[in-house]
């Protein structure tokens, strides 16, 4: 998991353009500033892309936080 982290602190800071965001397990929404709708979609696609893995609609609808996003992509890798 702390590899997964580590890659998705990269896509975070690339698309927030925001080299100090540092995300864990419990990281919403409601923790990063620009972090909006928009973002989320930017965000989803270059988590895919990243990773190599698609999320389904209801995936995406239901994640909570950061640790559910991480445990999705370690159960497909």
Not at 14 to 25: K, M, R
Request: hydrophobic share 45%; charged share 30%; proline share 0%.
């Amino acid at each position: 998991m702390e590899e997964i982290f580590d890659r998705l602190n990269g896509v975070f800071r690339d698309v927030f353009d925001d080299d100090s965001i540092t995300v864990n397990e419990a990281t919403t929404a409601a923790d990063i500033e620009d972090w909006d709708s928009l973002n989320h979609i930017t965000l989803i696609d270059a988590v895919e892309s990243e990773f190599g893995v698609r999320f389904t609609m209801g995936e995406v609808s239901g994640m909570k936080n950061v640790g559910e996003m991480a445990a999705i992509i370690k159960e497909r890798a």
